[in-house]
């Protein structure tokens, strides 16, 4: 007891003579001279090492041996913390990403063209909208997505308050006053990933009922981003 039999012995120095091995690999193979070949291994890389790395980078000791051995005497308490934790985290997560987005717009079917400023088109817009807009209202603005000569990316606008993007999209109706090859952008809040999926869920059942009603009745989802609701409407009173 206390010492190392020759087997246990094998084992370590067969470890790290495997671990010594891919890593020299690695570097002999690697593209060192681009940061793209360098931390990106060039694209290259198959799902299966990708998820297996970051498998191992988030799991150690403390969730292999500390968590069990918690479990084998607590009880299922110590797994159940964890799982909280990280949900408490993810949802912490989610509240800076909507607080990061909340003054964002995004205009889609924005034409785009060669040597546009897309800026001044934006500001240009958005004073025939609100005649309140400031050269000062819009901070950042950037299409988003790579460049495609069969798609009009979207843009993005990072406005300088919550008062301005309000009043701009109480007045969004205004934009059918544009000239013709303005008239068919859209004005969107700058969702996350999850309000975007309970959007539409939300309007696909707005859709359903406004199917299923006898009455003639119109289901549209509105109130104001994360506190949506399907609102019944009779024809002509929508607005």
Excluded at 126 to 140: Q, R, V, W
Aim: with cysteine; proline share 2%; aromatic share 10%.
């Amino acid at each position: 007891m206390g010492y190392l039999e020759w087997l246990d012995i094998c084992i370590i120095v067969a470890y790290f003579v495997a671990i010594l091995s891919v890593g020299l690999l690695a570097t002999y193979y690697a593209n060192k001279n681009s940061s793209l070949g360098f931390f990106l291994a060039g694209k290259s890389m198959t799902f299966i090492p990708l998820a297996g790395s970051i498998f191992a980078s988030n799991m150690g000791a403390p969730n292999v041996v500390g968590l069990s051995g918690s479990a084998a005497a607590s009880g299922f308490a110590p797994v159940m913390f964890e799982w909280q934790v990280k949900n408490v985290q993810r949802t912490l997560n989610e509240a800076s990403e909507i607080k990061e987005r909340e003054r964002n717009l995004v205009i889609f079917n924005l034409p785009e063209k060669e040597n546009q400023n897309d800026r001044e088109l934006v500001m240009k817009i958005f004073k025939h909208i609100s005649k309140d807009m400031s050269d000062n209202g819009i901070e950042k603005v950037f299409r988003l997505g790579k460049k495609n000569e069969s798609v009009i990316r979207p843009v993005l606008i990072k406005l300088d308050s919550l008062g301005t993007k309000w009043d701009l999209l109480k007045h969004a109706f205004k934009i059918r006053s544009l000239e013709d090859n303005l008239k068919n952008i859209r004005l969107c809040n700058d969702l996350t990933r999850e309000q975007r999926s309970e959007l539409k869920n939300l309007v696909t059942d707005a859709k359903a009922k406004e199917a299923a009603c006898q009455q003639g009745f119109l289901y549209r989802v509105r109130e104001m981003v994360g506190r949506w609701k399907i609102i019944k409407f009779m024809k002509g009173t929508e607005n």
